[in-house]
């Protein structure tokens, strides 16, 4: 039961996660860390109307092991810094793409997990996956890799480290309640909100960005971390790792459906290498969709 329902958190979060790029046109004009404050903030909130919903008192969070604290505010906030700092330091095409090795990172860093193996099939899904994602972020040219922007691809992979190692370690943290995210969101938005003093210039949103920053704390950039947590202490994690190139892909139609962006080749090309990648990734599985959605 825990495992079927990690699967569906798994398959949500990565619905949640491709709404990001929407939600984000709200917010163009706020600086990266100032709205990641703003976001967590309301991701914070979330997670206090669990605790009543739950009827734990806040008081559960110093109970949390220092362990789990590190790791959790590593996760969240390591990830969101060394992301803002790859963007700011390489251009966006080639940072985006050393930033999706996580899902492959995922799928690696899990054969050392107890009970976990890895095979052939799960490293050649991974790697369609990423194929795929390539073709998304370069939207199907090519790109080349310069030494003048070389921090920015080093802030690109140590974030793509810190996501996938964050997700395969909270798995052994099965013993700390999701519950214990909501520390973690508002370690991030006091950290963010320190970053944005010290980096960058206050905007005051106006109606249209708080709108935005009210979706992505909800979803994306928060109540999804909620769910995640979930999925990677419960899911099938390797197949979870494959699925995630599914997230720029959602990302892209939903741009596309909605008006933002137009269907390309290449969109065509990455649905068909994501969707072979998944697939192969879940050889093991005799009937893969039926057992994923219902084992």
């Not at 966006?92 to 009970?115: Q, R």
Request: glycine share 8%; net charge positive.
């Amino acid at each position: 039961m825990q495992a079927r329902r990690g699967n569906i958190y798994g398959v949500l979060t990565i619905l949640l996660y491709s709404s990001l790029a929407l939600f984000s046109i709200f917010t163009t004009d706020i600086p990266a860390f100032e709205l990641t404050s703003m976001s967590f903030v309301v991701a914070s909130i979330v997670g206090l109307i669990i605790f009543k919903k739950q009827k734990v008192h806040v008081k559960e969070l110093f109970k949390v092991p220092s362990k789990a604290w590190i790791i959790g505010i590593s996760g969240l906030f390591g990830y969101h810094f060394f992301y803002f700092l790859a963007i700011k330091n390489a251009p966006a095409v080639e940072a985006n793409l050393i930033n999706y090795l996580w899902p492959l990172l995922i799928v690696l860093f899990s054969s050392f997990l107890p009970n976990e193996r890895l095979r052939w099939f799960h490293i050649l899904g991974a790697l369609l996956g990423l194929f795929g994602a390539f073709l998304l972020v370069s939207k199907g040219g090519s790109f080349s890799f310069e030494t003048q922007y070389m921090w920015g691809y080093i802030f690109a992979v140590i974030a793509a480290l810190i996501w996938s190692s964050y997700s395969v370690i909270s798995r052994t943290l099965a013993h700390v309640p999701t519950f214990a995210v909501t520390g973690f969101c508002i370690a991030t938005a006091v950290l963010s909100g320190i970053c944005h003093f010290i980096f960058e210039t206050t905007v005051i949103p106006d109606a249209t960005e708080l709108f935005g920053i009210l979706l992505l704390g909800l979803g994306p950039v928060g109540g999804a971390f909620y769910l995640w947590d979930y999925a990677v202490k419960n899911a099938d994690i390797k197949l979870l790792g494959s699925i995630s190139y599914f997230t720029p892909l959602l990302s892209t139609l939903l741009l596309v459906v909605l008006g933002y962006a137009q269907f390309t080749t290449a969109i065509t090309l990455a649905c068909i290498f994501i969707i072979v990648g998944s697939f192969v990734s879940s050889a093991s599985y005799l009937k893969a969709i039926k057992k994923f959605f219902f084992r």
